[in-house]
């Protein structure tokens, strides 16, 4: 059990340490002079430091900071060690393959050390090792090791570590678990504690390089003394320095202790100073619900002489509550009575958050998954769908009762794709066609459409900013993001109101919510749209994108509106913040980074004639598709060979006399992808015509859902106008 001394108590040793140590230095014991160097065998680091006493203090270390500890000297013995997570001991120390990286990193740090330092170094199996080297004079004895956490700041890919757990053949389960229990710090926090380690493993070889000269029995008499006395100092700099942890001393009252110590980091975290909170009630630091257990707290560490610790809500100064985990030390004097308090919190508020966004994510991924599962098939369903009411409805003469049936098909399968594009746009895996744009220039040629859109009941106010810079996006994204938007501030407005579209130029030091997400000294384009309908309550707020949540009605709405807006602005590398408070209106404020690429604009033309004559080598793997496809190009005058996949497609080829102007194929087909199948046409005729389809491009022929410049595509499911319209652009583009 580790021994726990009051402050007093080591007060009293430094002191006296003080004294002793200068006497040991003036007089030698038994011919060792304090300056004395020679007639002394080589020291070895476990018998020159006293074990259990640097276990105790390093223990103590560890229950404040939850930072683990080792010392190991250059033969690699491990002198001390202390708190190591499971994911280490269990796992990467055991497997040969995973142990190779851990000796790596330790013999990287070894190498690298000086003395008065210490070196950080991200091992290969993912986690973080921080070394400080230990001296005995001016040899190198062994080192303070500490690591096994993640920076806070850092995005940990949880994939890698599933990959790891397979690669090696660790049971998952157990692995992740390890995993999951890894702490993540702060810069600022492992500096500040590596400073302690600093001092701690200065210390260490002060006392071990002047008791080596001193007899046996008065090195290990005094070095368990020595290790007190520097213990206290660094636990007083840690008190003193540690700005994000709080250290508060109180006396033992069961029912509300009152503070004698207050650290600077206590008086950073509640914003009291030290002398207007020393001598005040502990419950002040406390809700009300948590005050009323303080004796059964208070007497069961008393009886018990265990700490308690645990999450709980603390209170600021201003009144904020937030989150903390706050651990409670009991401290005892001589006579085993309680006398004081020691108390350690760590504000979690950023911790929670960071949990909350991952949480968030991770919800996200799994709409993602299963929008990109059901696109390619429910795609495909949609255009043999519309391709044959399309045909039907031009088949049916004028005035035929049968129209209005048909119309309703099309218009369900029509908003039934226009909820797949709004699924494919959360989970960011919509086929987008980047350009260079104006956003002031984007926007004007939507105001028309955007007022019909919110009805003559409110106004739409447009403030264009001045001299905008560009951005590269995908212009029917941006449409669609604004029409959303515009669509849900309508919806928030009863009678009658204002929506505002503004946009402008701004650097990401000035905006709040770039600074938070780390951009920094970049320059971008905001967008905001503004309303002053009722507003959001914070739960709203924090729901807001997530999928097929919806305060509509029933009937009203499918909750994927801001979902959309949400994957749309991630998918362009954006970022989007939302304000907005009960009975004061909602605004959205979306920035996208300023682009200083040139435009190379497609060529496009609006073509009257919209029939063809091309031979056209038609893909896909599912029968239906293949032949309302068929017929709807038959129609429009071209000659079709159709191919029900990739061998087929082939073969055809290879009996075909006649050349082949373009060859016009599905993306996702089992026996092999369309844009291999294009290359091996394009290998033997560079002039061929290439047409991509796909109602999901799982990355085939795209970049993260970016089709490039030269890619001619076209997204399932599509009507008949759209199919024409893009094989003459294509065909009349090199002058067909």
Known sequence: MVKKLTYEQLEEKVKKLELENLELKRNSINGFDASCTGNISAPVLKEIIDIDEVQSIMDNFYHLTNMVTAIVDLEGNVIESTGWQDICTRFHRVNPETCKNCIESDLYLSSELKPGEYLRYKCKNGLWDVATPLYVGEKHMGNIYTGQFFYDEELVDEQIFIRQAEIYGFDKKEYMEAFYKIPRYSRETVNELMSFLVKFTAYISKSGFTNHQLKK???ERKLSELALQKSEEQLR????????????????????????EFSPGAEKIFGFSKNEITGSPVSLLHIPEDVKNFPEIINGMRETKVGFSGEMELRRKTGEKF??????????????????????SFDLSEQKKLETQLQQSLKMESIGRLAGGIAHDFNNMLTVILGNTDMIERELPDHDPLIDNVESIKNAAERSADLTRQLLAFARKQTIELKVINLNETIEGLLKMLIRLIGENISLEWVPGKDLWKIKADPSQISQMLTNLCVNGR????????????TENVNSDDIDFLRQAGVSNSEFIMISVTDNGCGMDKDTKENLFEPFFTTKGVGRGTGLGLATVYGIVSQNKGFINVSSEIGEGTAFKICFPRNFEKNEKKYREKIKDLTGNETIL???????????????????????????????????????LEEIDMIMTDVIMPEMSGRDLAKKFTSSNPSLKCLFMSGYTDDVIANYGIIDDDIEFIHKPFTKQELSEKLRNIFNKDGY
């Not at 994000?244 to 001393?249: E, G, H």
């Not at 009991?330 to 009575?337: A, I, Q, R, S, T």
């Not at 429009?636 to 009996?655: D, F, H, Q, T, V």
């Open 217 to 219: 029995e008065i090195h």
């Open 618 to 656: 038609l893909v896909e793997d599912e029968k239906e598709i293949l032949k309302v496809t068929t017929i709807m190009l038959e129609r429009l005058g071209y000659k079709i060979l159709p191919a029900c996949g990739s061998e087929e497609a082939m073969r055809i080829s290879e009996s075909c």
């Open 237 to 260: 700099g840690v008190f003193e320095a540690a700005t994000n942890v709080s250290f508060i001393i109180t006396d033992a009252d069961e029912n509300d202790p009152k503070i004698k």
């Open 323 to 344: 989150p903390a985990f706050l651990s409670a030390f009991p401290l005892f004097d001589k006579n085993g009575e309680m006398y004081a308090l020691l108390g350690v």
């Open 491 to 502: 919806d928030s407005i009863k009678k009658y109101g204002k929506i505002t579209i503004k």
